[in-house]
C-alpha cells in the first residue's frame, strides 16, 4: 500500500508540472506568432493569449490562431515517438494532457450537428473564420486526432500496468489541471 501512494504521489507530482508546461508551450505558439507579425500589447495569460490585432490580417490572425494547436500536435508527436522507443508515464502524462484543450472541438461539433450556429472563441473556430472556411472542417480533425491520442496512450498505459497505471495518469492530469486553474492566474495573470 505505502508503494502504492509513493508511486501514485510521484504521477501527482509530475502532473503539476506536465500539465502547465503543455498549456503555456501552447500559448506561447499564439504569443510567438502575434510578435512575429508585429501585433501590439500582446500579452501571455495562464489560459490565453491577448493581444490588439487590428494591424494584421485576417490570413496574420488565423496563423497565430492555428500555432497554438500546431504546438500541441507536436508535443503530442514528440511524446509518442519517446513513449514508443521506452515506456514512461511522463510522456503518457504529456501525450494526454495536451489535447485536453482541444475537446472543445467535440462541443461545437455536437451543437453544429444539433442545427445550432454557435460562435464560440477557441483556436479551430477562428482560424476557420478568419480564413473563411467552414468551422466543422477543422474541428471534425481534431476531434479525431484527439480520440486516437486518447486510444494510443490509454493502450499503452494499459499494457503498462492495466488499470492501476490508467488511474494514476487520470488523477495525475486531474490534479495538474486543478493546480494550474489555481495557481496558473496569479502566475500568469
Known amino acids: 500500500m505505502k508503494e502504492f501512494i509513493l508511486k501514485s504521489l510521484k504521477y501527482i507530482g509530475f502532473g503539476i ?61 514528440l511524446a509518442y515517438f519517446a513513449a514508443r522507443k521506452n515506456y514512461h508515464f511522463i510522456w503518457i502524462i504529456l501525450a494526454l494532457a495536451a489535447p485536453l484543450g482541444r475537446v472543445v472541438n467535440f462541443v461545437y461539433i455536437y451543437f453544429r450537428l444539433a442545427g445550432y450556429d454557435p460562435n464560440p472563441n477557441f483556436d479551430e473556430f477562428n482560424f476557420s473564420k478568419n480564413l473563411d472556411i467552414e468551422p466543422l472542417f477543422p474541428s471534425i480533425f481534431t476531434a479525431l486526432l484527439v480520440l486516437a491520442v486518447f486510444v494510443i496512450f490509454f493502450k499503452k498505459a494499459w499494457k503498462e500496468n492495466g488499470f492501476s497505471e490508467i488511474s494514476r495518469i487520470i488523477l495525475s492530469i486531474i490534479v495538474g489541471v486543478s493546480v494550474w486553474s489555481l495557481i496558473g492566474g496569479f502566475i500568469l495573470p
Do not use: C, M, R, W
Not at 508585429?38 to 493569449?49: P, W
Not at 493581444?51 to 503530442?76: C, E, F, H, R
Open 17 to 77: 508540472l506536465i500539465v502547465p508546461f503543455s498549456i503555456i508551450t501552447h500559448e506561447l505558439g499564439h504569443f510567438l506568432a502575434y510578435h512575429l507579425f508585429g501585433a501590439s500589447n500582446i500579452q501571455l495569460h495562464s489560459l490565453s493569449v491577448s493581444a490588439d490585432k487590428d494591424a494584421l490580417s485576417n490570413s496574420q490572425i488565423a496563423v497565430a490562431n492555428i500555432v497554438g494547436p500546431l504546438i500541441t500536435y507536436l508535443t503530442i508527436g
